[in-house]
């Protein structure tokens, strides 16, 4: 595996289109049409060699003499498109994608999981389950179990040429190690990402699942294979096919860059397993698989709620208020799905419940903040800084300030939604008394969130965070002397004036 009509909220079934090309492709070899689409739907799918090896049949197989004006035109078209294939191979091989969106490491022996692994005794010996370490940790524990399943893997040679021998688990491991905490995704073996695709080769051969398929095709076939072979059958083939959607899209969002594509697969994934509870809903859990779980399926949704935010930020505007409607859609379904917050039975079961409900509702109401900031940001370019702009503001900040509930103080993200909470209540034209509580917060929480994230905070976060608290001496000092008062307002928009 290369590391129906679509509305408007989602992006093109490039999945379900390819599967269709190809059959195409296999019933008649010389349709140019159906290899036109296969190439376009390899490029959706991000694959630029395959979609450049498409459109070279699709080149191939139109008529070379006695050519009709339409003919003339296909051709052209067909030309330009795989001159564009080629232009993206060549600019891809000159300028290489960095990765966006994962932890920078400077150090392995500062790494969030080392740091945390160090503070589990003492949090143990104290009976402290608010703490981000219990999560990083054990996303990290899944993550080397994974590794060594890929390391045991070894290319054999045999009388039918070369073949590859592994051990069964490792996408499981991987993938259960990225919905505990996708921070633990990290590289140091140069051969990951050749160990990674036999892996998955084999054990998608293994369990004989449908990673080239889309959700379509997929929901057509598994009743037959029920009917035929049990789910004994089904649940391994599901399980594989739906973790390397969730591997691939992974990658292609923070390796790549390819966040639209990134998006169809959670989506993908997510419809197909809620077909599948909704068509199984009598079966027994255990029968259908893991993958099933509400807990499964709430980690992809809040996967793909990020992926949601990601592409409205490559386009960010009126054109794309729709996905701030439906990013509000999912956090409000994220947490009806959540509901009450369970207690950890034992300290060894605080990073479930911080994996699979505190963080998800963390997560939908950061979302939420981000919504309502935006959508109060476009209704302020259009109209300026109204009320309703302001109220706007104010409820993004409380849904950012709502977060505190549940990440522990020691996070990384803890410290950064109260800093979007402040600097909302600034752009609010909030008084100072409610200006000052989240600079306490972040004052106090600084030191403690250093103990795992030291080393990976964002520069930018950094430096944003620093210039927080830097206001806090002088307001509190000028509160003090009586220049300021709580009810006082820090010019427009919320900031300073000059000469306070």
């Not at 054990?203 to 398929?213: P, V």
């Not at 966040?259 to 009598?282: I, P």
């Not at 509000?328 to 947490?335: N, V, W």
């Not at 009806?336 to 207690?343: L, R, T």
Request: proline content about 5%; charged content about 25%.
């Amino acid at each position: 595996m290369e590391v129906g009509p679509s509305s408007p909220l989602y992006p093109a079934r490039y999945l379900d289109a390819a599967t269709d090309a190809t059959k195409a492709t296999e019933l008649d070899a010389t349709y140019a049409k159906a290899w036109s689409r296969l190439a376009s739907a390899r490029a959706g799918l991000n694959s630029p060699i395959l979609a450049a090896e498409a459109w070279k049949r699709a080149v191939a197989t139109l008529p070379v003499e006695n050519l009709t004006a339409t003919d003339v035109k296909q051709r052209d078209q067909y030309r330009q498109e795989l001159a564009k294939a080629e232009a993206k191979l060549s600019d891809l091989k000159a300028n290489p994608r960095k990765a966006d969106g994962l932890l920078p490491l400077t150090s392995q022996d500062q790494t969030p999981w080392k740091r945390a692994a160090a503070c589990i005794p003492d949090l143990t010996a104290r009976q402290v389950r608010n703490s981000s370490a219990w999560i990083i940790n054990a996303a990290y524990i899944q993550w080397q179990r994974a590794l060594e399943l890929l390391n045991g893997g070894q290319e054999v040679y045999t009388s039918q040429g070369p073949g590859f021998v592994g051990k069964l688990g490792a996408i499981e491991q991987l993938t259960n190690a990225l919905l505990t905490d996708h921070r633990v995704f990290h590289i140091t073996d140069t051969r990951f990402f050749e160990m990674y695709n036999k892996q998955m080769l084999a054990e998608s051969e293994t369990r004989r699942a449908w990673l080239g398929s889309g959700c379509r095709g997929i929901i057509e076939e598994v009743p037959r294979r029920l009917e035929h072979e049990g789910w004994d059958s089904v649940r391994p083939a599901l399980s594989i096919t739906v973790r390397g959607w969730i591997m691939r899209a992974f990658m292609e969002d923070k390796i790549k860059n390819s966040v639209k594509f990134a998006l169809e697969l959670y989506t993908s994934a997510l419809e197909l397993l809620e077909w599948g509870v909704n068509t199984f809903a009598d079966v027994d859990p255990e029968q259908r698989g893991a993958v099933f779980e509400p807990t499964f399926i709430r980690s992809i949704k809040s996967l793909r709620l990020d992926s949601l935010m990601r592409v409205y930020l490559e386009n960010p505007g009126p054109s794309s208020k729709h996905l701030l409607e439906e990013m509000l859609a999912g956090a409000d379904e994220l947490l009806e799905g959540i509901g009450a917050m369970p207690d950890a039975p034992t300290l060894q079961d605080v990073w479930f419940i911080l994996a699979f409900y505190s963080y998800p509702a963390g997560q939908a109401h950061a979302i939420r903040g981000f919504c309502y900031q935006h959508i109060g940001t476009l209704l302020q370019d259009a109209e300026g800084l109204t009320q309703e702009v302001r109220d706007l503001y104010k409820k993004g900040s409380s849904e950012y300030a709502e977060t505190q509930k549940y990440y522990p103080p020691d996070d990384q993200y803890s410290i950064w939604y109260v800093h979007r909470a402040f600097r909302l209540l600034c752009d609010a034209s909030a008084p100072l008394g409610q200006l000052l509580p989240h600079l306490h917060r972040i004052r106090d929480t600084m030191p403690v969130e250093g103990n795992i994230w030291e080393f990976v905070v964002d520069a930018n976060h950094c430096k944003e965070l620093q210039e927080d608290l830097d206001l806090l001496p002088g307001l509190e000092a000028a509160l003090q002397n009586g220049l300021l008062k709580e009810d006082t307002v820090l010019g427009p928009g919320g900031f300073m004036d000059d000469n306070i």
